[in-house]
């Protein structure tokens, strides 16, 4: 008798799948998990359901010949998906926009205070420049409006689609003392934000700034950020994203003062939203009801009072983040970083979301 069930292929990362998947109105699934980037399509044989990260490219010479009817990528940024093509296939597709974004807050916001701690820098003389202002931009600038550290936002496509905020121009971006990047990667176009921080940009920053780029690798010119180092200039990079990933600049690498494989969202109710969002999704596209919430799925977690001060901000925010500690873990497999880079990340320990206000 042939018992009628959802083939699903899922990214081995991603969590829950089984328990929000395995039992959807009644239909069973069989779920086989595999390594992100080493799924091929004749892993999709007689796949229904495909759920992915960042690190699978979805396009024609994966789907070709499946019988794929949705696909589902537990991510905002859609850089590695032919959306032209799944749509040309009616092949159903839904990403997780802001599933990751507190997390991604959460990280900026440490490397902040991670920076004006080492460098004794006073934050209330600071001002940031935020590029992008979705999801995660958004919520960068909520919580420096909530710490009274100055920002400056700028997203051209927002502007001109009539966005009421105030946003400058890119070169006033460039002269803020901390600058990060939250945009998706877009190789060409009005809106290009492919090497939007080239040597130029750079060269434009102020000595003793910092750089975060917590988007996608190829958004900072990773060899223009090298030269500009080695010609003297002092600048901080914290960096989590890797033009080329997981083969990333060893040079570069040396010279930050933060480095991370590729986690800055990696909460656990960062993970856990996405999952539940393709699970939405999904149910959506096949009429059917949740009949799970995502309260049940959520952790409790500690969260960060603030004492009002800036004055040692990393110290309070350090036992609710410690992202020194996932720079060493880094840095503990710099001579084989392009190998360990996926281990790094599969292997990343629990996170949770401190700040209540977001
Ligand atoms: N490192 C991580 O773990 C992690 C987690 C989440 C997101 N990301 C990356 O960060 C990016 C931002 O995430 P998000 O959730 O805020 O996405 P989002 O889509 O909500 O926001 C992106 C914003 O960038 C703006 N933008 C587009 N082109 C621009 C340009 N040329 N100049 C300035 N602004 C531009 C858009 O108008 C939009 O408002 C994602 O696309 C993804 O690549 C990384
Ligand atoms: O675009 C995003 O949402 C993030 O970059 C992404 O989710 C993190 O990487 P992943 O675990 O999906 O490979």
Known sequence: ?????????????????EELFSNISGKAAHIKRLAGRSITSRDLHNTDILLVRSVTQVNQSLLEGTHVQFVGSATIGTD??????????????????????????EYVLTSIAYWAEQRHIDLTKVTVGIIGAGNVGSRVAKVLDILGIKYLLNDPPLADAGDPRDFVGI???????????????VRAGQYATYHLVDDAFL???????????SSRGAVVDNTAALEIKRAGKVIDYILDVWEGEPDVNIELFEQTMIATPHIAGYSQEGKIRGTYQLYQAFNQWFDLEDSIALDELLPEAPKWQWSGSLDGLYQSLQPYYDIEADDQRMRQVKNNIQKK?????????QRLEFLDTL
């Open 1 to 17: 008798m042939l018992i009628p069930m959802w083939n699903i292929v899922a990214d081995e990362n991603m969590p829950l799948v």
């Open 80 to 105: 590695h998906i032919d959306l032209d093509y799944l749509a040309a296939k009616n092949i159903a597709f839904s990403n997780a926009p802001g599933c990751n974004a507190q997390g991604v807050a």
């Open 171 to 185: 070169e006033q971006i460039q002269q803020c003392d901390v600058v990060t990047c939250h945009v998706p990667f």
């Open 203 to 213: 060269e434009a920053m102020p000595q003793q700034s910092l750089l975060i780029n």
């Open 341 to 349: 880079f996926d281990h790094l990340r599969k292997t990343y320990p």
